[in-house]
Each structure stands twice: as structure tokens, then as C-alpha cells.
RNA sequence: GGCCCCGUCGUCUAGAGGCCUAGGACAUCAGGUUUUCAUCCUGAAGAUCGCGGGUUCGAAUCCCGCCGGGGUCACCA
């Protein structure tokens, strides 16, 4: 039987990146056992909808460098994939449930069922139930109610006295009462379905094999199996995922801490592979010591049997900046080029280039790229790449203890770099060069470079100084020592 | 509170009865390379495997109890 997996974000707000550690396995599975992998748009809730949300969801995973197979913008065997457009297809199998005697109508108004919680809460009941008020009423009174068009809603008859056992993979059996299970609304009065009715409908009518999904699911899926038994269905594997936690606490995921939407992430200059290479690990590992994954190799070996069984995982943020940082550090630097000016194009992220060619960025870049975290970080290191420096002259004299020495030694590296031709302004010529002069004068090479470094740079801390000079251009080195004699 | 899940270094984790004097990675610290910062390399510290009982010649690994943490109890997903 072929695989297929889906994912089903819901139009209530930007991607989470929780969410988008389990898109990452539906889909890792999905191609791993040559399936299908589905997005379904699960736009259910009118309440809560967010204009445009489900446009950014789908475009921020293809940011991430996932396509699906099936599913909005593309169709596909099962369309629609906007369950707002298969409204229909709920209401025929509410009924459909109500016929078998699994479901019934239900009348009660949202003030009454506040009212009865109240009540149970009061009473110190240890959980609020519905009190299944409609369950028994005259056939004649529902007619008469459904005749007049009373509000109503459809509710699963959870039956008495039965065990349901979901069977999960990484959790193994777990057993539930359906005593404690309450008759869950499968239909809400304005014609939509529930997320219980709509998402286990779409499962079954998509085909879908193996349901991932995050572990606060569990308590409903009794729920879920009973829709499925109700409609004499075959069962999707179950599959409950570890939540995410903040780091330090036991709290979820937080804006105070960082990025929490997938889109953030990518905003604050992390690099997609990055992140999704971090998440892998976030609950699967393929239990070896490799932990540099693509997302091929990551399809190739992610195996259900590895998926890490405790409840809340750390998102460790420290982690990933490593991983990004990794993956600046070892990219193809023209690549890495195109990316970082890709990035500060679709963010609008001044980084400081002004007019200057992507192939001095690039130079620029390889020079500095190994003190970068995240893209961000360019701006910040680089400004003396692209402008005049600021050179602050205590600080300057400060490295030689006086200003006459210092103005000596700046003078005459000037004297001799402007000996160097066009030519042989390369980082290794220079360096023979210079250390040569070095030894000649008897220059302390800490000094000496120091002064040099921050005549061009302004700064204390650059890329080693030849590089640094080589990225610059003769030109430029010249003008900026002359700049320090006075 | 009821029900359910989970529990190995600070964190992500390896571990499926003897390979464990519990391994790796991030973070931390120290040394090395070096003109600065960073990278890189080496090393150190860091987990009596939540606790207590069993079972066994032998348990992080099996069983029981306890404790702790989390989830969930909506016409939200």
C-alpha cells in the first residue's frame, strides 16, 4: 500500500515551527517509502481565520525547500484540499453517522452548556462533560426542532462501557474508557465541521496512511478511532510527536525567547537547511554519531522506529544558531553569496553594500563569513568593507604607546606597500612582504598589525589584516593609511 | 482534580540485560594554532541513568510503587 502522509495547517496565523518539525517527517516518510506526501488546509474555524495566513503558510515551506504532491495550488486526486470547499462532504457524513444511530442532534445553546459547566465546576465535579441532554429526545421533538430550523449541531453517541485502544507506534497501546470520553460536536450550528469530524473524513476519503502529529493530540484521538469505527473505516497508523519546549522552562514555544513562526526564522537570517537540520533532531536521531544532515539524506534514513519517545523537547536555540553558523562556514561561498543577497532583497535588510558588485560582496564575504551566525550578522562586521572607517586615534596610539612611533610605523608600510603593483596585491604577497619589513625594522608584529588594522578598519577585531588589505584594494589600504598621517 | 503521556550530563540525544569505568553533539572551561576576533585542533569538567523496592549471577535496559514534569477536559485546531 503506497504511503502518504499530509500535514494540515490551519489559516489561524503564521506557521509554527513546531509545525514545521512534523511537516519535516510526514514528509521525510512520505518520500522515504516512495509515498505521497499532502497538505490539506484545514479552514474550519471562521472565528479565527486570518487573512492571507494560508498564502504565507504554503509559500514559507517552499522557502524551506518542501513541495507536496498533493494539496492547494497544485489539486491532485482528492481535491479540493481546502476543506472549506467540502463542506458538503461533512454534512452528508454527519448525517450518515446520525442514520447508524453514531451521532444525534443537538439543541442546546451555547448559554446552556456554559451554564451546566458552571454547574459541574461548582458541584466539584473532576471534569466538565456534556451532560447529554439531546441524546434521548423524542423523535417527534427533533423533527419538529430540525423543521423550524433550530440551531443545532451534530454530536458523535460515544457508546457505553467499551475500551478503545489506540495503537501508536512510538507509544505503543494506549487504552481509554469511553466512559470518560464526552460526545464530542461533529458538526457546529453555522454548517462547519469540527477539526474531529473534517480532519478523519479527509483521512480516510485522501487515503492517508500514517497520522504524525504533536502529542497533545492523544487525549483526543479516542475520539478520532471512535469516528472511524462509527464509519466502519480502516485505521491510519497514529504517530504522537514531542512538543517543543523554550529552553529553561517548561513553557512553549515564546516571542520573548525568539522567532516562534517558521517565517521568522528565516527573517532573522537563519538559513532554511539550518533550521530544518535542527529540527530533524528534535525528536528522531538515526542513531549514529552523524548529525550534518541535507534534507536528501535526511529522507533517505528518518525511520519511524528511531522517533524519540519522551513528551517535551528543549528548543535549544543556542543549537541552531551553531547549525547555521556550520552551514555559513562550510557552503559554497558564491552560493552563500546569492543567498545573503536573495535574503536582504526579500526582507528588505539594509546591508550596508551600497552600490558595490556581488562579487566584491562575495570577497567580502569569504573573509568574513566565519564569524557569522546568521546573515544579520553581515551588516554588522562589514561596514568598513563598504565605507570609510572611523578611525579612533586614541586607540590607534594606544597599540604603539606613542604617536610618533605609531605615525612610523604607519608610514612607512605605506611607503612600501605603495611599492606593491596592482598586480601582486594578494593576501600571501603581501604577507611575505610585509613580514619581511617587519623583521627589517624591528616592528613587533602584534603592534605593527594592530596599528594597520585599525588605520583601515576602525576596529580591534577584523579578518587577518592581509586578507583584510587584499579584499580592500591597493588603492583604498593607501588612501586609508595616509588618512593616519598627520 | 479526572483521564492520558513522559522521565539518561544544563540542552538534544546514543543505549533494546553483560560491549557502560554510560558514548556523541551544543553550551561551559582550559590549552594549542594565530597579528586581533573568529574558525580549526586537543583536552577537561559535566548524568550514582527521577526515587525506592523487586526479578536476575548481572539492570539505564524487565516488573511494581512513589515522586516529578507535561498534555487534555470548547460549536479551536
Known amino acids: 500500500m503506497e504511503v502518504r502522509t499530509r500535514i494540515a495547517p490551519s489559516p489561524t496565523g503564521e506557521l509554527h515551527i513546531g509545525h514545521l518539525r512534523t511537516l519535516l517527517y510526514d514528509y521525510a516518510y512520505a518520500k522515504k517509502n516512495n509515498g505521497k506526501f499532502i497538505v490539506r488546509v484545514e479552514d474550519t474555524d471562521r472565528t479565527r481565520f486570518v487573512e492571507g495566513s494560508m ?236 548529525e550534518i544532515y541535507s534534507l536528501e539524506e535526511f529522507t533517505n534514513d528518518f525511520s519511524l522506529e528511531k522517533l524519540q519517545k519522551t513528551d517535551l523537547v528543549a528548543f535549544d536555540r543556542e543549537k541552531l544558531t551553531w547549525y547555521n553558523g556550520y552551514y555559513i562556514r562550510n557552503m559554497d561561498v558564491k552560493m552563500l553569496g546569492e543567498r545573503l543577497l536573495d535574503w536582504a532583497e526579500i526582507y528588505s535588510v539594509d546591508l550596508g553594500t551600497k552600490d558595490r558588485s556581488p562579487d566584491y560582496v562575495i570577497k567580502v564575504l569569504e573573509a568574513v563569513r566565519e564569524r557569522m551566525k546568521t546573515l544579520m550578522d553581515f551588516a554588522d562586521i562589514t561596514a568598513y568593507f563598504f565605507d570609510k572607517p572611523k578611525v579612533d586615534r586614541e586607540m590607534l596610539i594606544k597599540q604603539s604607546g606613542d604617536e610618533g612611533r605609531m605615525t612610523g610605523i604607519i608610514t612607512s608600510f605605506n611607503e612600501l606597500l605603495t611599492t606593491v603593483s596592482y598586480d601582486d596585491w594578494r593576501k600571501d604577497n603581501l604577507d611575505r612582504i610585509c613580514h619581511a619589513h617587519l623583521t627589517a625594522n624591528n616592528y613587533k608584529p602584534k603592534e605593527a598589525f594592530m596599528n594597520l588594522r585599525i588605520a583601515l578598519s576602525g576596529e580591534t577585531a577584523t579578518p587577518p589584516i592581509f586578507d583584510t588589505m587584499e579584499v580592500l584594494g591597493r588603492n583604498e589600504v593607501l588612501e586609508r593609511l595616509r588618512a593616519q598621517i598627520r
Open 55 to 290: 498564502d504565507r503558510t504554503l509559500d514559507v515551506i517552499i522557502d524551506y525547500g518542501i513541495m507536496w504532491d498533493e494539496g492547494p495550488r497544485i489539486g491532485g486526486p482528492h481535491e479540493p484540499y481546502e476543506q472549506s470547499k467540502r463542506l458538503g462532504i461533512y454534512k452528508k457524513h454527519a448525517e450518515e453517522l446520525v442514520a447508524k444511530g453514531h451521532g444525534y442532534y443537538c439543541f442546546c445553546t451555547p448559554e446552556r452548556l456554559e451554564k451546566m459547566r458552571e454547574e459541574q465546576r461548582a458541584s466539584g465535579a473532576p471534569k466538565t462533560v456534556y451532560d447529554r441532554h439531546c441524546r434521548n429526545l423524542p423523535p417527534e421533538e427533533v423533527e419538529k426542532n430540525l423543521a423550524n430550523k433550530v440551531r443545532h449541531v451534530v454530536r458523535l453517541k460515544v457508546p457505553a462501557d467499551e475500551t478503545v485502544v489506540l495503537n501508536d507506534l512510538v507509544h505503543g497501546e494506549v487504552v481509554f474508557d469511553t466512559n470518560e470520553i464526552d460526545d464530542a460536536v461533529l458538526l457546529k450550528s453555522d454548517g462547519y465541521p469540527t477539526y474531529h469530524l473534517a480532519a478523519m473524513v479527509d483521512d480516510h476519503l485522501m487515503e492517508i496512511t500514517h497520522v504524525l502529529r504533536g502529542i497533545d493530540w492523544m487525549p483526543s484521538s479516542p475520539v478520532h478511532m471512535l469516528i472511524y469505527k462509527s464509519f466502519g473505516w480502516e485505521l491510519p497508523v497514529f504517530v504522537h510527536l514531542p512538543n517543543l519546549k523554550e529552553m529553561g522552562s517548561n513553557q512553549k514555544l515564546s516571542k520573548r525567547f525568539g522567532a516562534v513562526a517558521a517565517v521568522d526564522f528565516l527573517q532573522d537570517g537563519f538559513l532554511a537547511e539550518a533550521v530544518l537540520n535542527f529540527l530533524m533532531f528534535l525528536g528522531w536521531n538515526p542513531g549514529t554519531e552523524k
